[in-house]
């Protein structure tokens, strides 16, 4: 078990520059959950499930569904009584025989961010083409950028991302100054992961704002999302106390009226977040002249439907993004014959890790189990590195 923060002075001397700066104001918290919370926001309910697999079956042309996994039988650790609560962990099953390189879904989403998104799409950050033919929402007469009718600057990749931005996020952020945000990798603010991070909080709060859901933690994009309690992770004072009250105060909250978005729904919110993005890095972003350059571009994103499928070392699917182009859409293909029934797995890891010997995928996975893997692979390997050790 990992009883003990980890090694702290190590992981900054690995460190530079903003990074290393911001990794010594840090210091390791417990991650578990507020004794007051509701155990209901600690699970997924009837209805959010029903969505869910209906969402599946649509966007997989009937090919995936969503029910209970046996690979991990987890406990989450509080209750009403702080007594241990039995929770269903969920996975992705094929509905019917999926072939061997056969796409099983692509799920986009707007709930993304980069570091730096000059000449990007708002919504899916594609690179965008054409700048100075803009058409405005709703005139299909130009195949360039496309613009709102509120005059923002923000532009979109084409029609349906400017579409999905007015229905879910842009109302709560159009006339914001958001600038400390949107530059703050440019002028040395913040580390572009950090500053990628950021970016993500404020396009999930600004989409949770516009809808009106009294209740954040019961937003759809965020109840699915599960943390992985019981483990240490980095806490700094500005960036998880004072960067969250200067976005929520952006999007015109008051934060000292509003309990709403108390300090305890923003930590158990970004905990959520944390726990499931995608994170990856690409050599290229664009410069105000138009060019590609070669300086490394953060990039995050919550995909709600890949958040479902659960890890394994041996996985069943492959799971691709377009990093050249850097849109949000995570694509799955299957990388073998999946029968009726069968799980669907991704890997958490990359395929050079898949390599590793089961302890140090342990220890990689560790963030988002906070123990054993639990899948076949891992189960055969720790099997025999026991029998190994009881012959010695």
């Given at each position: 078990?990992?009883?003990?923060?980890?090694?702290?002075?190590?992981?900054?001397?690995?460190?530079?520059?903003?990074?290393?700066?911001?990794?010594?104001?840090?210091?390791?918290?417990?991650?578990?959950?507020?004794?007051?919370?509701?155990?209901?926001?600690?699970?997924?309910?009837?209805?959010?499930?029903?969505?869910?697999?209906?969402?599946?079956?649509?966007?997989?042309?009937?090919?995936?569904?969503?029910?209970?996994?046996?690979?991990?039988?987890?406990?989450?650790?509080?209750?009403?009584?702080?007594?241990?609560?039995?929770?269903?962990?969920?996975?992705?099953?094929?509905?019917?025989?999926?072939?061997?390189?056969?796409?099983?879904?692509?799920?986009?989403?707007?709930?993304?961010?980069?570091?730096?998104?000059?000449?990007?799409?708002?919504?899916?950050?594609?690179?965008?083409?054409?700048?100075?033919?803009?058409?405005?929402?709703?005139?299909?007469?130009?195949?360039?950028?496309?613009?709102?009718?509120?005059?923002?600057?923000?532009?979109?990749?084409?029609?349906?991302?400017?579409?999905?931005?007015?229905?879910?996020?842009?109302?709560?952020?159009?006339?914001?100054?958001?600038?400390?945000?949107?530059?703050?990798?440019?002028?040395?603010?913040?580390?572009?992961?950090?500053?990628?991070?950021?970016?993500?909080?404020?396009?999930?709060?600004?989409?949770?704002?516009?809808?009106?859901?009294?209740?954040?933690?019961?937003?759809?994009?965020?109840?699915?999302?599960?943390?992985?309690?019981?483990?240490?992770?980095?806490?700094?004072?500005?960036?998880?106390?004072?960067?969250?009250?200067?976005?929520?105060?952006?999007?015109?909250?008051?934060?000292?009226?509003?309990?709403?978005?108390?300090?305890?729904?923003?930590?158990?919110?970004?905990?959520?977040?944390?726990?499931?993005?995608?994170?990856?890095?690409?050599?290229?972003?664009?410069?105000?002249?138009?060019?590609?350059?070669?300086?490394?571009?953060?990039?995050?994103?919550?995909?709600?439907?890949?958040?479902?499928?659960?890890?394994?070392?041996?996985?069943?699917?492959?799971?691709?993004?377009?990093?050249?182009?850097?849109?949000?859409?995570?694509?799955?293909?299957?990388?073998?014959?999946?029968?009726?029934?069968?799980?669907?797995?991704?890997?958490?890891?990359?395929?050079?890790?898949?390599?590793?010997?089961?302890?140090?995928?342990?220890?990689?996975?560790?963030?988002w189990f906070v123990g054993e893997c639990g899948c076949a692979r891992c189960a055969r390997e720790q099997a025999d590195v026991l029998e190994e050790g009881i012959k010695a």
């Amino acid at each position: 078990m990992n009883e003990n923060p980890p090694p702290h002075g190590e992981h900054i001397q690995e460190l530079k520059g903003l990074e290393k700066k911001e990794a010594e104001r840090s210091g390791y918290v417990y991650l578990h959950p507020y004794p007051w919370t509701d155990p209901n926001l600690l699970q997924r309910d009837t209805t959010l499930i029903s969505s869910l697999r209906r969402r599946f079956h649509d966007e997989s042309n009937g090919k995936c569904t969503v029910g209970p996994s046996k690979i991990r039988e987890r406990l989450d650790m509080h209750d009403a009584e702080n007594n241990p609560l039995p929770v269903t962990e969920l996975g992705v099953f094929a509905a019917r025989r999926i072939e061997p390189n056969e796409p099983i879904l692509l799920d986009w989403t707007p709930a993304g961010a980069l570091d730096d998104a000059e000449g990007r799409c708002d919504a899916c950050f594609s690179v965008l083409e054409d700048v100075d033919r803009v058409a405005v929402e709703g005139n299909t007469d130009s195949d360039g950028p496309v613009a709102l009718h509120c005059g923002c600057e923000v532009r979109f990749c084409c029609f349906d991302c400017a579409q999905v931005s007015a229905k879910l996020y842009h109302k709560s952020v159009c006339g914001c100054d958001l600038t400390i945000f949107q530059n703050a990798s440019k002028l040395d603010l913040a580390a572009p992961k950090t500053a990628a991070r950021t970016l993500l909080w404020l396009r999930v709060l600004a989409e949770i704002i516009q809808s009106e859901v009294t209740e954040p933690l019961k937003h759809p994009r965020i109840a699915q999302l599960m943390p992985a309690y019981g483990d240490f992770y980095d806490f700094e004072y500005h960036f998880h106390i004072v960067r969250p009250i200067q976005i929520l105060q952006s999007l015109g909250i008051d934060v000292f009226r509003d309990l709403e978005f108390d300090t305890w729904v923003m930590h158990t919110l970004i905990a959520r977040l944390h726990n499931n993005a995608i994170t990856y890095s690409i050599e290229e972003r664009i410069s105000p002249s138009r060019t590609l350059i070669n300086s490394k571009l953060e990039v995050q994103h919550v995909n709600q439907l890949y958040s479902l499928f659960n890890h394994s070392c041996e996985p069943n699917a492959r799971t691709t993004v377009n990093g050249r182009q850097c849109s949000t859409t995570t694509i799955l293909t299957a990388m073998k014959q999946v029968e009726k029934g069968e799980e669907l797995f991704v890997s958490y890891l990359s395929e050079e890790q898949l390599k590793e010997a089961v302890t140090d995928r342990k220890e990689m996975l560790w963030k988002w189990f906070v123990g054993e893997c639990g899948c076949a692979r891992c189960a055969r390997e720790q099997a025999d590195v026991l029998e190994e050790g009881i012959k010695a």
